[in-house]
């Protein structure tokens, strides 16, 4: 909401469907920049925004205004053609919108307490999604139209969800993550699998879609801390990694590959055959590899993982060495790029390869430091 996180001079940012282009929200305007190179491609200063979401690369925006100014109503969600500069269609709502979703197919608009299906291309509303409290609008979307899923939270004391197929119009299946309350959750962009976490931020769960069954749990720390954002690795099949942001400041990236062999070694032991897998799965902490101080503690981010480059070893069986481009925004106004290593002996290394500010950028420029 507008007044969510009034501290920071970003009042909403996300990465478009393939994470080629970022778009932020401010007091003063929006912004739209190439993930790539950091160049400004478009901007537009009206007044504050908390919802700015893109169609791909293309001129289509959804945008929410913030409500410092009548015209832009948090309850009012405007199409926008950033050619033209002119709004293409509106739509109003009792209450204020808290998040959209949209593909090429479909539009998601997420109240506190209904969800709303759209037919993206005449705007026909489709389905009508009946949903517990949900006050911070988490939800998950899945792009692509073979697996396109919506989930989410099913419960205000555990943390269950509710996994949606926004094409066939009908309910999935429900599933039950967390003890705790859900407090992020993002699906892989084939909507095969979906990860979780809850209030407390120590465990990070992934299921799979199909079947509705947990396939990993990943220890993220010790101590509680607030996930602020989760994503998978740009994978038409399993996701290499998965990478989580949190309150503490750190950047956690999960191996999946290898914490699929590090379960088959398991499961063929002694030790193994008597712990059950639920227990195995967050005993090791070798899948786990961790940037300390990334971005400064406490301050809201949301991170992407853009690209991965493998580098196939055929000397080393069942293993793959790869590069992974991990992209951040603080919402005080950094982006930052890393590098992930990680090698056959499951060795990683974190280099930061770009860094600049999201709100100094120039129009048509690129700016790097």
């Given at each position: 909401?507008?007044n969510?996180?009034s ?7 996300s ?25 400004l ?12 979401e ?9 945008i929410?205004?913030?409500g ?12 926008f ?16 919108v ?5 593909n090429r197919?479909?539009l998601?608009?997420?109240l506190q307490?209904?969800t709303?299906?759209?037919?993206v291309n ?16 988490l939800s ?5 139209l073979d697996?396109?899923?919506?989930a989410?939270?099913a419960?205000?004391?555990k ?21 705790s ?9 084939n909507?095969?699998?979906?990860a979780?976490?809850?209030?407390q931020?120590?465990i ?18 010790t ?6 954002s989760l994503s998978?690795g740009?994978s038409?099949?399993?996701?290499n ?8 400041g750190?950047?956690?990236?999960f191996s999946?590959?290898?914490?699929i ?32 101080n ?12 853009r690209?991965?480059n ?5 000397s080393?069986?069942?293993?793959v ?19 992930l290593s ?5 060795e990683?290394s ?17 700016i790097?430091?």
């Amino acid at each position: 909401m507008a007044n969510q996180f009034s501290s920071y001079p970003i009042l909403c940012a996300s990465f478009n469907q393939d994470n080629s282009c970022v778009a932020i929200g401010t007091r003063h305007g929006f912004r739209i920049f190439d993930s790539s190179t950091g160049r400004l491609l478009y901007e537009r200063a009206i007044g504050a925004f908390i919802i700015v979401e893109m169609l791909y690369s293309s001129n289509l925006l959804a945008i929410v205004g913030a409500g410092e100014q009548p015209a832009l109503s948090p309850r009012r969600l405007c199409l926008f053609n950033t050619t033209t500069r002119n709004a293409l269609q509106e739509l109003t709502f009792l209450t204020s919108v808290l998040v959209v979703r949209l593909n090429r197919k479909r539009l998601i608009v997420v109240l506190q307490e209904k969800t709303f299906i759209y037919d993206v291309n005449n705007l026909n509303i489709l389905d009508t999604i009946d949903t517990v409290p949900n006050l911070k609008g988490l939800s998950a979307f899945s792009p692509c139209l073979d697996g396109c899923f919506l989930a989410l939270p099913a419960s205000t004391t555990k943390g269950s969800m509710l996994v949606y197929n926004v094409m066939e119009l009908q309910s999935h299946c429900e599933i039950d993550a967390h003890q705790s309350p859900l407090a992020a959750m993002v699906l892989s962009s084939n909507g095969v699998y979906i990860a979780t976490a809850s209030e407390q931020g120590t465990i990070i769960r992934v299921h799979l879609v199909s079947e509705a069954t947990k396939s990993y749990s990943f220890r993220r720390g010790t101590y509680p801390s607030t996930i602020y954002s989760l994503s998978f690795g740009p994978s038409k099949e399993l996701p290499n990694i998965l990478v989580a942001t949190s309150s503490s400041g750190s950047i956690h990236a999960f191996s999946l590959g290898f914490a699929i062999n590090q379960r088959r070694r398991r499961s063929s032991s002694f030790l193994g055959s008597i712990i059950p897998e639920s227990v195995t799965d967050v005993l090791d902490p070798a899948d786990h590899h961790v940037l300390h101080n990334a971005v400064p503690a406490g301050v809201k981010s949301c991170a992407v993982v853009r690209c991965i480059n493998k580098v196939a070893d055929s000397s080393v069986s069942e293993s793959v060495a790869f590069r992974a481009s991990i992209s951040i925004i603080t919402y005080s106004g950094c982006f930052l790029e890393y590098r992930l290593s990680i090698n056959h002996q499951n060795e990683s290394s974190w280099i930061l390869e770009r860094e600049f500010n999201l709100l100094a950028a120039i129009s048509g420029h690129a700016i790097n430091s």
